[in-house]
């Protein structure tokens, strides 16, 4: 067994026989198990990318005058009351904002691509690279940052990184411009050309990190039926080897450390439940709430769950879908998101849209009180965590996308300084700040991601 | 890897460079030139020492075959190689990594993949490439005939039936297998990972590699459909969503759905229990959060039904929009609906009758371009996105299923008759999923999972606990083949006969077998030739073989790819997603045709008929036919149709969502038909997209841009081969309609096949083929038999591929000839005991380099 032996598979070793499609096995096959968690020593945070689409009213002139998003003092004494971010004031210590980057890569190329800012800029968040335009399945933009990390540090989980999202996705909005679908749906790619489905049935999500069951005596009963099947199948292997060639018999060999594979996973569940916290919701969801608040509670709920139950340790997360009319009454307006966006440049029309900004990031502080809830060996969660929350969109109002929203939230194991406001310099690309990150987290080799020029202290606002 | 694929990528490049190395041959003068590089070979010489008298052809084509010797000396025959093969395959130049400058016609036996590599670029016509001299008469045919007879007689000495790990039951097989035995429709895909293919099939055992998460995926599914089939009283609230595709069509009506409906859907869902679940419908909206379709004269209104029956009539309303608190969704009340299979749909209630098209004709009437879906003057209809139900609220408890009448033969009536009764049950059960009566352990292990759970809930809670044990078990999820414990390595046995029932029913039906053929199997009757034949009749009789159409069919002819391409919206605006898959229906019926009625394998190719419903022959232009049943049309006389290069699957599977692609179809002609795909683009060729599109003022056809693009020699080298094929199809457009310009400009489709014949169009293209059968019947074999066998066709399994083939040719190519000659074969009815754990011509078990 390959991730028995420590050693990994060459990817192009293992795409030798096949001619076309790869599906979810090669995963744990490729991956050397045991060494990640010699590397990981459970030191490698967690990772929570959340994009916001439409960018943010204080990305024009006349927002960042009066300071709607980026504070206006760079370094530690900055004020978030004129910002959208003013929800975050009892986290400024786990706040690290970082101003005046630029999405250059979700800007159009060709003629053909002006206009299409919506429709391929959340693929460009977390890659920094350009979608090439095709509404086939030719699609490519680049490998996202998530994917990077959960290549190299979340296979020692048992889930290796989860996408999630709240917006519908393949709405009609999407795929015009002579964009597919994917570009406006999908954040995490795992290579260029391979889009990550995202699950918005907050249902579904739950049952892949913690079983299938509406109440946790449910999913205890189904473990203990899984287990004791597993034990079963685990005999008939082995009596099934007698009567077999050796090449059959090499491959049941196999499925018998797989075996073994699987109920370590149930064993760790169990050892975590066992330890005496409430880490189970009581009931699973039934599905996708109405409300968009409950909704992305709901999400914040799992993924803190995942992370206490360390199931998985990658989430990426959308929070919202370009192009979307949602309303959100409890942020003061009652105007759709997409025409709030277009606010015209008006003194009435970005406030408008700067409740709606500052709205979604208030969604934040319930999340992070979560996790600073959580306790794991000499730190709470959020000391763990690394967040990142921002937009590959700047001003909403031209579909620009120059100094977009960017904030990092919790300490990434003690290695991200906090209550700090880094201005860039002009024209920096957000892939520096990203770059930076994917070194906070232990991708030190990483040398490029989409155009980088260099990296960007996370810890310095010299 | 050595597979066949791999062996005739390398011949054909080999070929591809041969020719850049020559000055366009037609501009050379024939015979009086000495050749511009192989100044040591002299074409006057390539003609054998024998027939010095031969005519001597050149140019692009093949010489006219002349009666000629049927056999030549083997030293004849080296020469004949060493001088018309051996100038590009020497050892310097090494063309298609292949050397013949020590071909030795005495050795060849120690070289049988060399020998065969040759026969099959021999027997395509494909060597020499055209342009290069070559022997005269039918020299060549004599040299493919030598080697093959030596290769056949080198095989009836050692013969090799191969051998592969054993399979795994895959997604498709899995849903028949839980079908059969449970009476359940599931969806595999919704547990099991993807199936990797390899050589076209997706049941190819060596890369179906074990994994943990595959082996969760299998107990996540044995849970879950042991509750759906026994019924889930307990069942927790949770909601399980239907997409409907943007393409689909909202006016054609869709299958299942009630009369007086439109578009929405309508699927087979199986209920876990008795109670009152809810019904959500989400409609499309237009970018600014509109509905899609709000221009519309009136509201529409959504009929749900459960089994043809109305439960609920949902109004659409046109001011409907994102922004509202529910969005785009419109839900039901609580509707009662009991435990087990119900048809549920949700579907437009059909208002009127007649054009629906105004002002601008709507886009096919799905919802391929989202912006006038609020547009006065065009009549859109609003899309159903998203169908969703959410429940069991209040369950009642589970009432009678067809899946539980199935598995309860026998109700105890009094506690002491319980055992007895699951007893009974699981031994009838665990027979079928184990395709094999149970031995008494194989019992004892199920029956201790009835008793625990009997324990926990009583007797159906037992009989479930062992029915998810039945799922699990590695007898029901592998097709393990028994080895003889006295079997000494390197020796050929018999499959045994339990085994062979499943290899044939797997085969011909894409399910386990019946209990006819396990009786058979067990009785050791398969052994019998006349019985394994007879079973394959009686097989090839029952409605189940038509998997031979839509699993080994549709994957050699790549039928899924159709799914890839979304052809253009404003250029091809009646593509919608029924019309894909009415597509993929006609040739999955045209193949089931040829196989049930016994039809000629040729007729693929030759046939004058085809498969449609109402839909696809207005898109054909074929006219009287009503309805949405497909039935059998003659192809009218003008329609430039013939045989599957008339297939609308095809044709769009080929090409590109905004225009065709005579490489992509002459590539998939080459490689799917002819089994000698060519090698794939070297690096950093120039994209076709950079070609202008325009040139002196007016837009270039494709082949016009083709012709652009294939100025560089190296690109010319191989698309000499692909194009003209591809070019012969052009008439069909990027959706297989029939048309004769392309942006304005009358099209060009004439070209030379490879052997030098004139083709224009899909029937002279198919004459062109048919002049060479052999290539096409042994590549049809050889796909066969990797479906049959889950494992690819090497080399040593050419002699059996011919012998099949003369076997066949004997009664023009029957094509249930084909399926008996394979399950006659050695390969399928033997295997070779391995010398040891060895793996090493096995990809994805060579030890990783790290």
């Not at chain 2, 009415?582 to 040729?602: A, G, K, P, Y």
Request: aromatic residues 6%; glycine residues 8%.
């Amino acid at each position: 067994m390959y991730f028995l032996s420590g050693k990994a598979m060459p990817r192009r070793q293992f795409l030798q026989n096949l001619s076309a499609t790869i599906a979810l096995p090669y995963l744990d096959a490729m991956i050397p198990t045991g060494r990640g968690s010699r590397i990981l020593a459970n030191k490698a945070p967690r990772l929570v990318a959340i994009e916001m689409v439409h960018g943010a009213a204080g990305c024009n002139e006349l927002g960042s005058k009066l300071n709607l998003w980026s504070p206006a003092a760079a370094g530690k004494q900055f004020d978030l009351a004129p910002t959208a971010m003013s929800s975050l004031e009892q986290y400024r210590d786990y706040l690290t904002i970082i101003s005046n980057t630029d999405v250059r890569e979700a800007e159009p190329s060709s003629p053909n691509e002006i206009g299409g800012d919506h429709f391929r800029s959340s693929a460009t968040f977390l890659t920094q690279a350009h979608a090439r335009q095709t509404e086939g399945s030719d699609v490519r933009v680049g490998t996202s940052l998530d994917q990077l990390y959960a290549k190299r540090f979340g296979q020692d989980t048992p889930i290796p990184s989860m996408q999630l999202c709240i917006e519908n996705v393949d709405q009609a909005g999407g795929c015009a411009y002579g964009y597919a679908c994917v570009y406006t749906d999908s954040i995490s790619w795992s290579s260029p050309t391979e889009p990550l489905p995202v699950i918005r049935d907050p249902r579904v999500a739950f049952e892949k990190l913690f079983g299938v069951g509406g109440t946790s005596s449910e999913r205890a009963e189904r473990r203990r039926t899984r287990r004791s099947i597993l034990d079963f199948v685990s005999g008939e292997m082995s009596s099934l080897k007698v009567n077999l060639g050796p090449d059959d018999r090499q491959r049941l060999d196999k499925y018998l450390e797989d075996i073994r594979e699987v109920e370590r996973r149930i064993q760790r569940v169990e050892a975590r439940n066992q330890s005496g916290d409430p880490r189970e919701l009581p009931e699973a969801p039934a599905g996708v709430p109405d409300a968009f608040a409950e909704h992305v509670k709901l999400m914040f709920d799992i993924q803190a769950l995942a992370f206490a139950a360390d199931i998985t340790r990658v989430f990426s997360f959308k929070m919202g879908r370009d192009g979307s009319s949602r309303t959100y009454p409890e942020s003061g307006t009652d105007k759709p998101f997409h025409p709030a966006s277009h606010h015209g440049g008006t003194e009435r029309g970005v406030k408008d849209f700067n409740m709606i900004n500052k709205y979604h990031v208030s969604m934040l502080p319930y999340f992070l009180d979560k996790l600073k809830s959580i306790q794991e060996n000499d730190g709470n969660m959020l000391d763990k965590t690394m967040i990142i929350y921002g937009s590959p969109m700047g001003d909403s109002n031209l579909h620009n996308h120059r100094r977009c929203p960017l904030i990092l939230l919790g300490k990434a194991e003690g290695q991200l300084a906090g209550n700090l406001h880094i201005k860039a310099p002009d024209g920096t690309p957000m892939a520096n700040a990203m770059l930076s990150m994917m070194h906070t987290l232990g991708l030190n080799d990483q040398t490029k991601f989409g155009d980088a020029t260099g990296a960007l202290n996370l810890n310095s606002y010299a | 890897m050595k597979s066949l694929v791999a062996a005739s990528v390398g011949g054909l490049s080999l070929l591809a460079v041969a020719i850049i190395d020559r000055p366009d041959p037609i501009a050379t003068p024939a015979l009086t030139s000495p050749l511009a590089t192989s100044a040591s070979f002299d074409p006057l010489l390539s003609d054998p020492p024998l027939r010095p008298s031969a005519p001597i052809r050149r140019g692009l084509g093949h010489p006219v075959l002349a009666p000629a010797p049927t056999a030549l000396a083997a030293s004849a025959l080296t020469d004949v190689v060493k001088k018309t093969c051996a100038g590009c395959h020497s050892d310097q130049r090494k063309q298609g990594n292949l050397s013949l400058q020590g071909f030795d016609m005495t050795n060849i036996n120690g070289s049988p993949e060399l020998a065969e590599k040759m026969i099959g670029k021999l027997r395509a016509g494909m060597m020499p490439p055209p342009g290069r001299p070559r022997p005269g008469g039918d020299t060549l045919n004599v040299l493919a005939g030598t080697l093959e007879r030596m290769m056949d007689a080198r095989y009836a000495l050692n013969p090799n039936p191969g051998t592969r790990t054993f399979q795994r039951l895959n997604r498709a097989e899995y849903e028949r297998s839980v079908k059969d035995l449970l009476g359940v429709d599931i969806k595999a895909e919704s547990w099991l990972p993807l199936d990797t293919k390899s050589a076209n099939f997706d049941n190819i055992a060596d890369v179906q590699t074990p994994s943990a998460t595959l082996l969760d995926s299998y107990l996540d599914a044995a849970s879950e459909i042991s509750r759906l089939a026994v019924g889930d009283p307990k069942a927790s609230v949770s909601t399980s969503s239907y997409r409907i595709a943007r393409l689909a069509s909202q006016v054609d009506p869709v299958e299942g759905a009630p009369a007086g409906t439109r578009g929405g859907t309508s699927v087979l869902h199986t209920f876990p229990a008795d109670g009152q679940y809810v019904f959500t419908i989400t409609l499309h909206a237009i970018p600014t959060g509109q509905l899609f379709g709000s221009a519309a004269p009136f509201d529409e209104k959504i009929e749900i039904s459960v089994n043809g029956e109305r439960m609920s009539v949902l109004e659409v309303d046109r001011g409907m929009s994102q922004a509202d608190p529910n969005g785009m969704e419109i839900r039901t009340k609580p509707i009662s609906v009991r435990a087990g299979p119900q048809r549920i749909t949700a579907a437009f209630v059909r208002t009127f009758e007649g054009p629906v098209n105004d002002n601008i004709a709507p886009i096919g009437h799905s919802i391929a371009d989202t912006q006038i879906g609020s547009q006065a003057g065009i009549t859109t209809q609003s899309h159903v996105q998203m169908f969703a139900v959410t429940g069991p609220f209040n369950p009642t408890g589970v009432s009678d299923t067809p899946s539980r009448r199935r598995i309860f033969s026998c109700r105890p009536l009094a506690p002491e008759e319980a055992r007895p009764c699951a007893e009974k049950i699981m031994t009838r059960l665990g027979a079928q999923a184990y395709r094999r009566p149970l031995a008494p352990n194989d019992l004892k292990g199920l029956l201790a999972f009835y008793d625990a759970g009997a324990k926990d809930g009583g007797f159906e809670l037992g009989v479930r606990t062992a029915v998810e044990a039945l799922l699990a078990s590695p007898h029901f999820i592998f097709r393990v083949e028994e080895m003889p414990a006295v079997a000494k390595p390197g020796s050929r046995v018999a499959v045994s006969g339990i085994d062979l029932a499943s290899r044939l029913s797997f085969f011909v039906w894409g399910a386990p077998p019946d209990a006819q053929l396990v009786s058979l199997g067990r009785r050791g009757l398969l052994a019998d030739t006349t019985v394994l034949i007879a079973q394959t009749k009686r097989m090839l009789a029952d409605k189940r073989s038509n998997a031979l159409s839509t699993r080994f069919a549709a994957q050699w002819l790549r039928l899924s790819d159709i799914e890839k391409v979304h052809p253009d919206a404003l250029q091809y605006p009646d593509f919608r997603e029924q019309l894909a898959s009415d597509m993929v229906q006609e040739t999955e019926m045209f193949f089931d045709h040829l196989v049930r009625e016994n039809r000629s394998f040729l007729e693929l190719y030759t046939a004058n008929w085809t498969y449609v419903n109402e839909d696809l022959a207005k898109h054909y232009g074929i006219p009287g036919v009503v309805g949405t049943n497909f039935r059998r049309v003659e192809y009218p006389a003008t329609s430039g149709r013939v045989g599957i290069f008339g297939h609308g699957s095809v044709l769009t599977l080929t090409s590109h969502a905004n225009r065709t692609s005579p490489v992509l179809r002459g590539k998939w002609v080459m490689e799917v038909l002819m089994g000698t795909p060519p090698p794939p683009p070297p690096p950093d060729v120039p994209d076709l997209e950079k070609t202008g599109e325009s040139k002196e003022g007016r837009l270039l056809t494709t082949r016009e841009r083709m012709e652009e693009h294939r100025a560089n020699p190296s690109c010319r080298s191989c698309h000499v081969f692909i194009d003209p094929i591809g070019l012969a199809m052009d008439n069909f457009d990027v959706n297989g309609q029939w048309r004769i310009r392309e942006n304005g400009t009358p099209l060009d489709t004439r070209g030379d096949f490879y052997d030098g014949t004139k083709i224009t169009n899909a029937l002279e293209l198919q004459k062109a083929l048919l002049k060479r059968p052999t290539p096409l019947v042994r590549n049809f074999t050889q796909n066969l038999m990797a479906y049959a066998l889950g494992r690819r066709v090497e080399y040593y399994d050419h002699p059996a591929v011919r012998k099949i083939e003369a076997q066949v040719k004997a009664n023009n190519y029957r094509m249930q000839d084909f399926i008996v000659g394979v399950v006659k074969s050695d390969a399928f009815r033997l295997k070779k005991v391995m010398e040891q754990a060895d793996s090493g011509t096995r990809g994805v078990s060579v030890p990783g380099v790290h």
